[in-house]
């Protein structure tokens, strides 16, 4: 019985990481908003050099979302079996999440690279879009869960990954 438990709960777990994964970047990033595209004044040659790298970058998200996919779905296999190897479950486990890493590790250097294109001016600019957006947001969350209350807070705020307390964050 306790091995049962052990098994399902191991195999629920190994479930929640297989099928979640980093939603897609959007493409371009804050760079994708031509409002802000045209406010920053890019050269030919910045357009020319960041659709490069975004053309890349994309190419390589691609194959990387396909190898952390396929991965996925060998570990379900493996949980499927009729006597599942738990060091081939763990060695899976470990894959996904080195190939999951890699994912996010790519989006920061694609980041990183984007900025060294821009001006000091342009990448100001830059972050107080990022800014002005992450507040209309949160003034847009905070409308909505003003206007639906705890109906609204029950059900989209305080657990983490779906799982667990209900955590209130005070407003």
């Known amino acids: 019985m306790k091995q049962t438990l052990s098994l399902l709960s191991l195999t629920l777990f190994v479930s929640v990481v297989a099928f979640s994964q980093a939603p897609p970047m959007r493409p371009g990033g804050a760079l994708g908003n031509p409002r802000l595209m045209e406010r920053l004044k890019l050269s030919d040659d910045q357009k020319n050099q960041i659709e490069k790298l975004r053309t890349d970058f994309q190419k390589q998200q691609i194959s990387q979302r396909a190898k952390v996919q396929t991965a996925a779905v060998e570990l379900r296999q493996l949980l499927r079996a009729e006597n599942p190897d738990k060091a081939a479950i763990e ?59 705890p109906r609204f807070r029950g059900r989209f705020e305080g657990r983490i990954g779906g799982f667990g307390p209900r955590m209130r964050r005070p407003f």
Request: charged share 35%; aromatic share 4%.
């Open 91 to 149: 060695k899976k486990i470990n894959e996904v999440s080195q190939l999951r890493a890699q994912l996010q590790t790519a989006r920061v250097n694609h980041m990183l690279n984007v900025r060294k294109i821009l001006t000091p001016e342009q990448q100001k600019m830059i972050r107080e879009a990022v800014k002005e957006r992450v507040q209309s947001r949160f003034m847009e969350r905070r409308h909505r869960m003003r206007e639906f209350g």
